[in-house]
């Protein structure tokens, strides 16, 4: 069985950094893109920030200059770098991998819990 967890939210102030980690386990046999998602209250899930498995990068324009996607291949790990957060930064950040496990299914999407990012003073 294939999970992710995620870990690193919290509250921080405006002008904060945070830094959200996302470890995925169990019987993995490949995975291609890894991404962070979030979700503000009345607004839908919409696309942080993605890595694809040769570590090619794409952002929101929301987030590009502030924010860093990265991952560790042999951790199974996508990490987020958070600079200057801002107010509207607040929302909760879901974690996002395609894997392939060990049996014969294609590969699917697998998403973790999700982990609450609040920026206030």
């Known amino acids: 069985q294939v999970q992710l967890v995620e870990s690193g939210g919290g509250l921080v102030q405006p002008g904060g950094s945070l830094n959200l980690s996302c470890a995925a386990s169990?019987?993995?046999?490949?995975?291609?893109?890894m991404a962070w998602y979030r979700q503000a209250p009345g607004k839908r899930r919409g696309l942080v920030a993605l890595?694809?498995?040769?570590?090619?990068?794409k952002y929101a324009d929301s987030v590009k200059g502030r924010f860093t996607i990265s991952r560790d291949n042999v951790k199974n790990t996508v990490y987020l770098q958070m600079k200057s957060l801002k107010p509207e930064d607040s929302a909760v950040y879901y974690c996002n991998a395609d894997i392939a496990d060990w049996t014969p299914a294609p590969s699917r999407d697998y998403w973790g819990q999700g982990t609450q990012v609040t920026v206030s003073s």
């Open positions: 169990g019987e993995i046999f490949s995975i291609d893109d």
């Open positions: 890595i694809t498995s040769d570590g090619s990068t």
